[in-house]
């Protein structure tokens, strides 16, 4: 059997690569500028990282291109491509503990949940791997005196811009499929959480992808991020943040290059819970998980609890009750379930939003405030308000935190009402025996994602993305690779 590890000891033996990942070797920022990035575990610095800015992203821009005119990764055969990302994949996995465990230290996710972060990294490259020698092109119906082929071609240079809450998995859902169809990739990950992808850009050299075709470029997103948006020769950007940063990128290639944008951005997810659930047991565990899990720190989150109003309190006192479960702890004592918050402005910006709930009055039943003061580090209570109308700010607003908002409701199109009342349109889940209702619902919602009787479910194999404000494009299933190809028609007369 093996060992449990000791994750204390092997962050202490860890080594951060911390300088730009581009053109096949690690460089500093062109200006010689770092920045701090701080464990929020402790408050301690971690590292000095390049912070990279418009010089830089040129050089990477430039890279990536002649790599991709160059042709030894775009023109290759897929089934090469293909063995290269299962290399990749493998090597992703051998240094799985190393790689969770940066994430844990640079982001604050319990180290249990960072390995399955890394999992599903490894299986996402893997997948679009496997996929790639397996699509065809297509000819069209035309007369007999004619063919058309409609082929799929790369962009070209994509840039990914990701945030921290997944790094290397947000991460992974852009370059794995754009990387799959021959594009070059720029990635700018997130300032809270360089770390675990740099050391990625280093292993998908080891795999054999060539120089200059998966660059890393950390930085901030006012100088690096927009100098992406920007560029005059980026041809897609694919982005994964808030809504407000998704709009700038609108923004930003309306007024340069009109390159295509792709954007997952925030949520405000209902969790509808009927009285004749199947389990409400189990629905509950996934409503703590869905609003606890990575401390809240989720996109598709459960942030809006809809709850029938026959089973509200009973509903209510087993959520709470599971809550304590989720109380923070170390997030590298592997029994772990919630860690730390991402950084302080984030924790502090969660508390405001508990301030806010309690003054709309809503009743904050469990939790509300900062916890481990002690560690130096920025942790935050399991928190649920019950009683939330649908129109307070609590209900409204992405907190991006532990923190629930319950709402009851009493007929179906009621809960439909409330939760379409939303700028967001991400994730929806329902729980129901009833087939018709359950279907009624479903198509109803207004969200990328529905789920019944369960959460969050499917993995790489179905599409996510949302409706509305929550975005466009979809990351994961071969849908994905929409946004790194375009179409051409090439029409032959034939006599
Ligand atoms: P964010 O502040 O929007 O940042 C996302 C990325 O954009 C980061 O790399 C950031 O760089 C960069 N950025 C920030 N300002 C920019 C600017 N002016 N120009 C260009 N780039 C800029 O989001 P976050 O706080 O990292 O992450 C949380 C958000 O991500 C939430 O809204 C969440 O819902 C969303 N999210 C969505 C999904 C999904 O699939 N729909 C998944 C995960 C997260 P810096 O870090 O350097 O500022
Ligand atoms: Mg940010």
Avoid at 13 to 41: C, E, H, M, V, Y
Avoid at 184 to 213: F, H, M, N, T, Y
Wanted: hydrophobic residues 45%.
């Amino acid at each position: 059997m093996n060992s449990p590890i000791d994750w204390r000891a092997e962050a202490a033996r860890l080594d951060f690569r911390n300088q730009a990942f581009i053109d096949g070797r690690f460089t500093p920022a062109i200006s010689g500028k770092t920045f701090d990035t701080i464990s929020p575990i402790d408050g301690r610095v971690l590292a000095h990282v390049a912070a990279c800015d418009a010089a830089d992203i040129d050089r990477a821009v430039a890279a990536a291109r002649a790599a991709f005119e160059k042709g030894s990764w775009s023109e290759v055969a897929p089934r090469q491509r293909k063995r290269t990302l299962i290399k990749l994949a493998d090597l992703i996995a051998k240094h799985a503990n190393e790689l969770a465990l940066l994430e844990t230290l640079d982001m604050g996710k319990p180290v249990r949940d960072a390995r399955g972060d890394v999992a599903a990294v490894a299986e996402c490259v893997r997948w679009y791997g496997e996929a790639i020698d397996k699509l065809y092109d297509e000819i069209a119906p035309t007369p007999r005196d004619a063919l058309a082929l409609i082929t799929r071609e790369p962009v070209g240079i994509v840039a990914a811009v990701v945030p921290w809450n997944y790094p290397l998995l947000m991460a992974a859902w852009k370059f794995a499929p754009a990387l799959a169809t021959g594009n070059s990739v720029v990635l700018k990950p997130a300032e809270q959480s360089p770390l675990s992808i740099l050391r990625v850009a280093e292993l998908a050299i080891e795999a054999g992808i060539p120089a200059g075709v998966f660059n890393v470029v950390p930085g901030f997103g006012e100088t690096a991020g927009q100098a992406l948006g920007r560029h005059m020769d980026v041809d897609a950007i694919a982005f994964t943040g808030s809504t407000s940063v998704g709009k700038l990128f609108l923004r930003y290639a309306g007024e340069s290059n009109m390159k295509s944008v792709s954007l997952e951005c925030g949520g405000k997810s209902p969790n509808i819970v009927f009285a004749d659930a199947p389990d409400l047991d189990a629905a509950a565990e996934v409503a703590a998980d869905g609003i606890f899990g990575n401390s809240g720190q989720v996109c598709d989150a459960g942030s809006r609890l809809l709850v029938e109003e026959k089973i509200h309190d009973a509903f209510l006192a087993k959520v709470s009750e599971l809550s304590r479960k989720y109380k923070p702890r170390d997030p590298l004592d592997p029994d772990t379930i919630m860690g730390s918050m991402v950084d302080r402005t984030q924790m502090d910006r969660v508390l405001g939003y508990i301030e806010t709930g309690k003054s709309e009055g809503a009743a904050l039943k469990v939790g509300g405030k900062q916890a481990r003061i002690e560690t130096g580090g920025f942790y935050i209570e399991p928190t649920i308000f019950a009683g939330v109308d649908n129109q307070m700010k609590i209900a409204r607003e992405e907190i991006f935190g532990p923190v629930l908002a319950t709402i009851p409701f009493s007929t179906a199109d009621e809960a439909i009402r409330i939760a379409n009342d939303s700028i967001y349109g991400l994730e929806a889940n329902i729980w129901t025996n009833d087939l018709t209702k359950a279907h009624k619902t479903a198509r109803a919602l207004r969200a990328g994602v529905v789920t019944i009787n369960t959460r969050d479910a499917g993995g790489i194999v179905v599409p996510f993305g949302g409706y509305k404000q929550s975005g466009f494009g979809r990351d994961k299933s071969l849908h994905a690779l929409e946004k790194y190809t375009q179409l051409k028609a090439t029409y032959i007369k034939l006599g």
